[in-house]
């Protein structure tokens, strides 16, 4: 818990880092003090916030922009833009990680090593190398104690986490699941060898494809007797980043438009047979993981952040981009709960109506100027406003649908993203009805009917035998029943308890007319006082529930 009073250098930190940049509610809640309405900063003074605070809460910031489900467009917009402002680490600190991760001494498993590096971020730092064998190499090297660093920011994140879920919006958002699912990403990040598993099942999954031409995309080899947890080896390829590539001339005979449309053409279909066919993305497909290779080719690199999707998920992602293509508001709103992972009530004329409003914006738009990715955020932010929660894998869902068609409006803004979708949307249907091999699918069905067949009339002689014997058992359950029940339940106690009540007042009346002694004179007081004192209890419980006054 913080304290002002007893904090470690980096607690103290962060609160001067949050009391500079001016978050009035955090600077309140961590002070011990109470807090007015929970909110966030501005978009720019949290992404200020994260950046003051270092490559950890930059990084932080860089999931949570993968969140469109849990932030808005403006967060989201802000935080797409961190990058790690981080010096390199010197060459004598970065020679002794590689000598502690080689089983050979490095002049003797390299003939050349530049030590100056080609890029620097906030776990690690590339190097470019080549090989004792000639083949050219580069070295993503971990920043050393950086494991430590991460180690104490995840345990003030997860501090921080507690503190807020005490709050409403904390309890709305579920920040402690939010702050795990954080800690266990980071960690991963430290893990080299699976970000080189990442890239090896990703090469091995677009190595083929019926969508594509594989040969034309090239996703960089891992050299995994070199790769350890804070080493990571990899193929070298000669290019540049996609949107800074030169394509003005002609080549091989193709025009510079044409090869255009010819890349963009190969990186649309290559990732939508990840998200929707393999169901294993890369989930941070931004022009500086997509690189134009010397050859002509495409390259993607960086597979440090992956998503996956399950099968059901495929099928109705790839009914939501049918249904925001048809703007159905009332089969968005189905789709959605069939993702939500929360089995909380929802209203549903609430957001179809929601949906509705949100779509009618782009009745007049043709479909070559509707920006998919940016209604898809536009369906997770409604989502979110309707109390509904969706997997954390739909927003690099969503996060990768916005940066792949980003970069190719970049590449190629006279691109129709329709024309290019349609027919891999067919194709995704009919795989989905008949699966790869037709006859196959044709023979299960074939044994489902047959199964059905055999088994509907022994269920139907079950149901016959149980409605003659009597024991057949209907179970409903309608919501809003039981406060009905309850309320009926108390107007009959009360009925029944006035009944009473009248009665014994009657019955005093009837003794004391004819009380002819002293004992039946008290007995006949004594009813009076009791039916008195139960009538007024009667009158002030009726009272104090509001029944009178139409409550």
């Not at 003051?52 to 967060?75: A, F, N």
Request: aromatic letters at 8%.
């Amino acid at each position: 818990m913080f304290s002002l009073t007893q904090t470690t250098s980096r607690q103290r930190e962060i609160l001067e880092v949050v009391f500079r940049n001016g978050w009035d509610y955090m600077r309140v809640l961590l002070t011990g003090g109470k807090p007015d309405q929970p909110k966030l900063p501005t978009p720019e003074v949290l992404r200020n916030i994260l950046v003051d605070l270092g490559p950890v809460y930059v990084k932080l910031g860089q999931l949570l922009s993968t969140r469109p489900d849990l932030l808005p467009s403006s967060y989201i917009d802000a935080l797409s833009t961190l990058q790690a402002d981080v010096p390199p680490v010197p060459w004598s600190e970065v020679e002794t990680v590689i000598r502690q991760q080689l089983q050979l001494p490095i002049s003797e498993t390299f003939s050349v090593f530049h030590q100056e590096p080609v890029a620097a971020g906030s776990i690690a730092q590339t190097h470019r190398a080549t090989l004792a064998d000639g083949r050219e190499v580069a070295l993503k090297i971990q920043r050393p104690g950086i494991d430590g660093i991460i180690a104490q920011d995840i345990t003030l994140i997860k501090s921080l986490a507690q503190i807020v879920s005490l709050t409403d919006i904390g309890q709305d958002y579920d920040v402690v699941t939010l702050a795990d699912e954080f800690a266990n990403a980071l960690l991963a990040e430290l893990d080299f060898t699976r970000e080189a598993g990442y890239t090896d099942q990703l090469r091995r999954n677009l190595s083929k494809s019926r969508w594509f031409d594989p040969t034309q995309l090239v996703v960089p080899e891992i050299y995994w007797d070199l790769t350890t947890e804070k080493l990571l080896v990899m193929e070298w390829l000669n290019g540049m980043p996609l949107l800074l590539a030169d394509i003005s001339a002609t080549q091989n005979g193709i025009n510079p438009g044409e090869k255009r449309r010819e890349i963009t053409t190969l990186l649309f279909r290559s990732f939508f047979q990840q998200i929707y066919i393999d169901g294993f993305f890369h989930a941070d497909p931004h022009p500086g993981n997509l690189f134009y290779l010397n050859d002509g080719r495409l390259a993607i690199i960086d597979c440090g952040m992956m998503g996956r999707l399950d099968p059901r998920s495929q099928q109705i992602l790839t009914e939501m981009l049918l249904a925001i293509v048809d703007l159905d508001a009332q089969r968005c709103t189905q789709l959605t709960l069939q993702l939500s992972d929360s089995a909380q009530v929802v209203n549903l004329s609430n957001l179809e109506n929601d949906y509705a409003r949100m779509l009618r914006k782009y009745f007049n738009l043709s479909l070559a100027e509707i920006n998919f990715s940016q209604v898809f955020y536009e369906v997770l932010q409604t989502a979110r406003n309707n109390k509904v929660r969706l997997p954390s894998s739909l927003g690099l869902y969503a996060k990768t649908l916005a940066n792949l068609e980003g970069v190719a409006r970049t590449f190629d803004p006279d691109i129709n993203l329709f024309e290019q979708i349609k027919p891999l949307i067919t194709d995704l249907f009919r795989r989905q009805l008949f699966g790869d091999d037709p006859l196959q699918a044709v023979l299960r069905t074939a044994l489902d009917i047959k199964s059905l067949t055999l088994q509907s009339p022994r269920q139907m002689e079950v149901l016959l035998e149980r409605v003659t014997t009597e024991t057949l058992k209907w179970n409903v359950s309608i919501r809003d029943l039981e406060p009905l029940r309850r309320s009926l339940d108390d107007s009959a106690n009360r009925l029944s308890f006035s009944v009473v009540v009248g009665s014994m007042i009657i019955g005093a009346a009837i003794i004391s007319a004819q009380s002819q002694t002293v004992q039946l004179s008290v007995l006949s007081t004594i009813l009076f006082s009791i039916a008195s004192l139960l009538g007024l209890w009667l009158i002030f419980s009726i009272l104090r529930s509001g029944r009178l006054r139409g409550k």
